[in-house]
């Protein structure tokens, strides 16, 4: 796993308008005023959000299929496989620390 | 998970006995230099720190809460990460008969989002809530989502 593309993704999704963004996504690919529409922010506002999730990698510019003047916005997939292996991941490490845990309390119960 | 001790009794060992029980494991070291034996620093602000052999110490983390019986939230620092970077655990233990449930949720996010809280006008709690809602039910119904998209 890659530790600095995985901190751009947290770090990316540290924002509570860029976790609306990926959620909208993940629907399908929009125009940026769809974005901004959605979330009520500013035109500005949205365009500075859009440019963090582009430089994360988790985000992608695109032309719309039919005409190409329009830029849409899609999501990549490979961040998102990153950040949920490591979820599974940190999941597994828990529990294997909670086992421990048990098992040191069963050999110490009075 | 359940354990065959009382919620307070549960509490105590696991804040007390760490360097008992915690398993260090190669995927996820705390430090390169391994796992070292972890201590906490009982009460709010105190520290989760782990000791190496040759008496070097390392921070993983401060508690934000503290209810023996009940409830432990600390952050949760490798040293891998960036300093701004923090991640919040909360452990939680239930009564069930005679046994306590103990339950572990690793929050990636939830500390960040503080700083911008007061800038964006929400509540904090309204706007952990929604990270921590967001971490728990999203996320699943992303991965079909990504999943399908294949």
Redesign the interface.
């Known amino acids: 796993m890659n530790e600095e593309s995985l901190d751009r993704t947290l770090l990316a999704l540290a924002d509570p308008y860029r976790r609306r963004v990926v959620d909208l996504l993940c629907e399908r690919p929009r125009r940026a005023g769809e974005l901004a529409e959605a979330t009520q922010l500013a035109f500005p506002a949205m365009s500075r959000h859009l440019r963090a999730l582009r430089e994360s990698g988790l985000v992608e510019e695109g032309r719309h299929e039919q005409d190409s003047r329009v830029r849409i916005y899609r999501l990549r997939q490979e961040p998102m496989n990153e950040l949920k292996a490591w979820l599974e991941q940190t999941e597994k490490m828990w529990m294997r620390q909670l086992a421990a845990f048990k098992a040191h309390l069963q050999k110490t119960r009075k | ?5 009382s919620p307070e ?2 509490f105590e ?2 804040t007390q ?1 760490i360097a ?4 260090p ?1 190669g ?2 070291a705390i430090t390169p230099a391994g796992d070292g034996r972890l201590a906490f620093e009982p009460g709010v602000g105190g520290r989760l720190f782990t000791t190496f052999s040759n008496g070097a110490e390392y921070e993983i983390g401060r508690i934000s809460a503290w209810e023996p019986g009940k409830r432990l939230v600390f952050t949760w620092r490798p040293s ?3 300093p ?2 923090s991640t919040e ?1 909360e452990v939680l233990f239930q009564a069930v008969g005679k046994e306590t449930r ?1 339950s ?1 949720e ?1 929050r ?2 939830d500390t ?2 503080q700083r ?1 809280a007061a800038r ?1 006008g ?1 509540p904090e709690h309204a ?1 952990l809530q ?2 921590a809602d ?1 971490w728990r039910v ?2 699943a ?3 079909e ?2 999943g399908s ?2």
Do not use: G, Y
């Open positions: 998970m359940r354990v065959p001790a009794h549960a060992v696991f006995e008992l029980w915690w398993q494991n995927l996820f891998s990460f960036t701004e970077q655990v103990v572990i690793h990636a996010w960040i989002p911008h964006h929400f706007t929604r990270a967001w999203s996320l119904a992303l991965s989502r990504l998209a294949e």
